[in-house]
């Protein structure tokens, strides 16, 4: 069964800094795309960034370019995404989710099966 669980979020301050995990299993992490995805209260989900397990490369949608890095810890099955100069307007609940791709600057989801719980990230102004 394919599972994957955000943690790290919670509150903070305009232009502070937050790092997200997710710990994957049930498939191959190694050969994985992985993303991480949000949702805003009201709005539709949106995607982030994007990394490739096997080689590396990361995305990133236009607006947290330069802000926002997402790696892999291939030995612990887990993904990070570290959000610096956070905005008020980032607010959202955050996912990670397998597969993503990436197209002119947005992050898709692919054929994701479930979604998880997702972690809470508040951006107090």
């Known amino acids: 069964e394919v599972q994957l669980v955000e943690s790290g979020g919670g509150l903070v301050q305009a232009g502070g800094s937050l790092r997200l995990s997710c710990v994957a299993s049930?498939?191959?992490?190694?050969?994985?795309?992985i993303g991480w995805f949000r949702q805003a209260p009201g709005k539709e989900r949106e995607g982030v960034s994007c990394i490739s397990s096997s080689d590396g490369s990361t995305y990133y949608e236009d607006s947290v370019k330069g802000r926002f890095t997402i790696s892999s810890d291939n030995a612990k099955n887990t993904v990070y995404l570290q959000m610096n100069s956070l905005k008020p307007q980032e607010t959202a609940v955050y996912y990670c989710a397998a597969p993503c791709t990436y197209n002119s600057g947005t992050v898709y989801a692919g054929d994701v099966g479930s979604w998880g719980q997702g972690t809470q990230v508040t951006g107090a102004a």
């Open positions: 049930g498939f191959t992490f190694d050969d994985a795309t």
